[in-house]
Each structure stands twice: as structure tokens, then as C-alpha cells.
């Protein structure tokens, strides 16, 4: 262990926030990026920014406002071409969301989505950063008796372009993770299925 360091954010009413970091990334200038999110007082995206020493650059925390934005369960985060940082995740109430921020933290936009039925529920896991500079989000969409995996792509302004779910069994599968193809223009999914508990 070269460093070992511990951040939290200043809790409600001076208690104690709980946090848990789900993503993070080397920086190009040997820095790091870790994201997730702390409950403060409802559950909400955090960010920390370091140096290579792990010594903190600044911190960020987003979706203030409840009632809009529901609560924020965080999922990815991944650098672009730009400078910036590109995050994903799900609300409580059913939604995909992206967050596209600056270099310093400071948000540029956020999109909302919810592309299956009304009672469908979105556990994002990933997002990466495309070929032309858009997004694709690959988790599980689905109820507490059926799911299947999904993919959403979008443009680099954050507007829907596509989405498709894919299912292997009768009732349970799950996405985890993409990439693009090297010998293609398209994707390479990975996931769970319910059968046997395999894996695609």
C-alpha cells in the first residue's frame, strides 16, 4: 500500500454521512476520480477529485432537490474527450439518468429517461463513452418478476438516439457491462441470465 485515504462529506445537522464509492478512474495528469454517492440527508451523487497523491481537489455533490430528481442511486463515471466527466445512474422513481460535468466538477447538463413501461424499475451499471463522442448505458430494467437488460445510446448532447433490451430466459437477465467491437461498428454486451446462472 503506497496511501490509504478516507473522504466524507459533512453530514446533516453535523451527523455522520454515510458513503460508498461505486467508480473511479485515473486522471491524465496522474490524478484520480472516484464517484458514488452519500446519504446527506437523502441519498445523493458525491464526487471527489484527487491528486495523485490521493489529497482532495475538490468535492461535489448533486441533486439537491428532491422532489425532482427523486434519489439518486449512482452508478458510473467515465472521462471524455472534452476534459470533463460523464455520470450514470438511476432514481428511486424509475429513471435513467446522465450527468455530463466540466473539468472542475460544475454540471453542463442532465438527462432523464425512462423508456419501458410505467411500474419499470432501471439499475444502471455502466456508462461508456462512444466512438462519436456519445454515450451508451448498459444495467437491468424490470419488475420484481420479470427483467431484462437494456442499452441506451445517446448523442454527445445527452439526446436519445436508441434503446433495446435483450433477454436470453423467461424472466430474469441482467446487463453488466459493454464495449465497442474492434472488428465493428456495434457492441459487445455482458450479463446473468437466470439459466443456470449463466452468463452472456
Known sequence: TAWTKLYMPAGFLGMPAATMFHSGHQTPEGGFIAAGMT?????????VRTDGNGDTLWTKQYFEDIATYQSFI?????????????LSGSTTGGRILLLKLNSVGDSLWCRSY???TSDSVYMVEEVKVTSDNGYIV??????????????LKTDAS???????????????????????????????????????????
Open 39 to 47: 446519504t446527506n440527508p437523502w441519498v445523493k451523487a458525491y464526487i
Open 74 to 86: 449512482f452508478a458510473s463515471v467515465q472521462l471524455t474527450s472534452d476534459g470533463g466527466y460523464i
Open 114 to 116: 425512462g423508456c419501458h
Open 138 to 151: 448498459i444495467g437491468t430494467v424490470g419488475t420484481s418478476f420479470d427483467t431484462d437488460a437494456f442499452v
Open 158 to 200: 445527452g439526446n436519445q438516439q436508441w434503446y433495446c433490451t435483450y433477454s436470453l430466459s423467461v424472466y430474469y437477465d441482467q446487463g453488466f457491462s459493454i464495449v465497442s467491437s474492434h472488428n465493428s461498428d456495434g457492441y459487445l454486451l455482458s450479463g446473468k441470465t437466470n439459466v443456470l446462472d449463466t452468463v452472456f
